[in-house]
């Protein structure tokens, strides 16, 4: 897929819902739901070996501005594919990560995130493990519409952004060999998303719709993840007094890899696509919340059929700013 259309697609996609001129005003800091759902599953193609945050979303489900920190697991299984019998290894990604979303001036939102992972896997040879800080990924959002605060029908938000992942985790020219090229800290490389959000409301319930697309660089090894396009849609009701703020989630994300190219080449079995489910929640009192949402494949088709999506789940703790 050619980035130089992705932008004009996902503006026609999303702007085409943002009709209605109904909005809904307040002033809680835990109510207005600016959720930058953003699948940047992953970094470093398929697994998640250096994800920022990607269909586990890129900001909070409450927090319009927030800083926190967040903890997600990623499992897997994967083989060489050689023969019918081949082993299977069990595959783990733990990302602790500090996230952030910081208003810089009016419109316009900075979202940081900076991830320490520890991965770990079976093989046939034993138990391996690898760990260390990831690639640090800054995005920017820009609210392009927004429904005029003069009736109580339907809130519309529809933003857009860039930003990029600055190369800081190791990547490990060795695991390019290995049944699963993702089985890294980081990709050694920069690389660059784009991204848009569109949000309706309607009283406690809503949706939040996104798109964005990964535009992935060669690294100093000679090797290249392939581009990413990521969507997803998360349905949800809010539910506030004055004690609390809850917020169920219900939705679905997917994930499409482009081939993996080293020296130039192609990398055989390295694309594919992703199909999940997912449900999770946010509770908020006063300036903190807490969350947690799960993901499970419903659709897979990644590496060739030679690696495989078990679940994905994860936790938050925020602070509102």
Same mark, same amino acid.
């Given at each position: ?183 890294? !800290? ?107 949402? !799960? ?27």
């Amino acid at each position: 897929m050619s980035y130089k259309y992705i932008i004009p697609l996902l503006l026609i996609f999303q702007f085409a819902f943002a009709t209605d001129k109904d909005s809904l005003s307040t002033h809680n800091p835990f109510v207005r739901f600016h959720q930058f759902a953003i699948a940047l599953e992953d970094d470093c193609d398929a697994c998640g070996c250096s994800a920022s945050g990607g269909s586990m979303g890129f900001a909070s489900m409450l927090n319009s501005n927030f800083v926190g920190v967040r903890y997600f697991n990623q499992s897997y299984k994967s083989t060489d594919g050689l023969y019918s019998n081949s082993t299977w290894n069990n595959e783990n990604y733990n990302t602790m990560q500090i996230w952030a979303r910081i208003p810089v001036i009016k419109r316009v939102q900075i979202s940081a995130l900076v991830p320490y992972h520890f991965h770990n896997r079976e093989t046939a040879t034993g138990k391996q493990s690898i760990s260390g800080i990831g690639d640090i990924t800054v995005l920017a959002m820009y609210q392009l519409y927004q429904t005029h605060k003069d009736s109580t029908k339907f809130v519309h938000t529809l933003q857009a952004g860039g930003g990029m992942k600055i190369p800081i985790g190791k990547f490990d020219q060795d695991n390019n060999g290995s049944f699963n090229p993702s089985y890294q !800290v980081g990709t050694g490389s920069w690389d660059y998303l784009l991204a848009t959000e569109y949000v309706i409301k309607r009283k406690q319930f809503g949706l939040n719709t996104m798109l964005n697309y990964i535009i992935k660089t060669e690294n100093d090894k000679n090797y290249r993840f392939g581009n990413q396009f990521n969507y997803s849609g998360t349905f949800f009701y809010l539910h506030e007094n004055n004690t609390f703020s809850f917020a169920p989630q219900l939705g679905f994300s997917g994930e499409v890899y482009d081939d993996n190219y080293q020296l130039g080449q192609q990398v055989n079995n390295t694309a594919g696509d992703i199909f999940l489910g997912k449900i999770g929640f946010e509770i908020a009192k006063d300036k903190f919340s807490l969350g947690a949402n !799960v993901m499970l494949p419903i659709n897979q088709n990644l590496n060739g059929g030679n690696l495989e999506a078990n679940y994905r789940w994860s936790f938050n703790l925020n602070y509102s700013l």
